[in-house]
């Protein structure tokens, strides 16, 4: 195995580990990897989404999206060459939970409720990875692993 795949597959491996820690939540958002293009269409009612992709030769592009769908370009000055990506998306859902208030230190001001808590937005996450061959994504949906 090639270093660069190694070390592609190693980080694909951390970030579908660390995934479960940084969401409550799958994310189900529609994800669309086509030409040099990876982009997301998020649930209705999900915000505040961060999309990182990390290339083979590893450097992470990231970017964010208030509102709407985060989506990052792999070519032109952000090539990173052929290989295996992988990409994480995180966003707050619609859906909220009860945490104690001690546990939002350095946040701003939030409604307290008499128990000592206060109401947050679920986080959600997805990742995943994908191909580059030829500076451009390939659909890997069909291929299937040779007969030995």
Known sequence: MTKPLALA????????????AFAADVLDAGKSLSGTRVSF?????????????????????????????PAIDIGG????????????????????????????????????????EVAIHVGAASSGTFLVKGGRIVDTSNMREPAQ
């Open 9 to 20: 597959m190693a980080a694909a491996l951390s970030l579908a580990l660390a995934a479960p």
């Open 41 to 69: 269409t998020m649930p209705s009612g999900y915000f505040n989404a961060t999309l990182s992709v990390a290339g083979p030769d590893g450097r992470v592009l990231q970017t964010f999206a208030k509102t709407g769908s």
């Open 77 to 116: 000055q952000n090539a990173m060459g052929d290989g295996v990506y992988t990409y994480q998306i995180t966003a707050a859902s619609p859906q909220k939970k009860m945490v104690k208030a001690d546990q939002m230190a350095g946040r701003e001001s939030l409604k307290v409720n008499m128990r000592g």
